[in-house]
């Protein structure tokens, strides 16, 4: 039961990375909204719920540079590194949370919440590391714009589908994921 448990995450995993390579084509018409709705994040987060920590961290830090290598979108330097520990800690931490809390509504919440900040922390933190290494600056506003004002449409969606995606999916009868 355990190896067949590991080939159901492995499959999952890889269907979250394609996902997190073809959501942006949806939006990506019009650069502005893509980036507001932010589509990369949400199969990367429900990877970390669905499959565990190691398996949402290593789809979040994949997704961008490879989106970026083989489309050049993200841009590679330094939009695409900022975004992979962003996502990383994304897919760590909401895997991480749901893990150790409850799997009830209200810590569903809780552990979406947290990996949400802590990926904007994270992001914030390569971003300004990055500017940094190329002499530019990367400021407190630049940062809110970047992580939160520009980000509500996708905050929104994100809060809405995301605790009801892993309610349904998380469901033992529907997807035997538990060890």
Known sequence: MKNNSRLIKMVLSAFFLALSYVMPFLTGQIPEIGSMLCPMHIPVLLCGFLCGWHWGMAVG?????????????PPLFPVAVCMAFELAAYGAVSGL?????PR???YI????LIAMIAGRLVWGAAMFTALSINGGAFTFSAFLAGALT???PGI???LVLIPVAVMILDNPKILKLRD
Do not use: C, D, N
Not at 61 to 73: K, V
Not at 97 to 101: A, E, G, S, W
Not at 109 to 112: A, C, T
């Open 109 to 112: 919440y809780l552990s979406l």
């Open 104 to 106: 009830k509504k209200p």
């Open 61 to 73: 830090f994949i997704a961008p540079l490879f989106r970026s290598l083989t489309l050049g979108m």
């Open 150 to 152: 520009e980000a509500v």
């Open 97 to 101: 949370m749901h893990k150790f809390l």
């Open 156 to 158: 929104i969606v994100q």
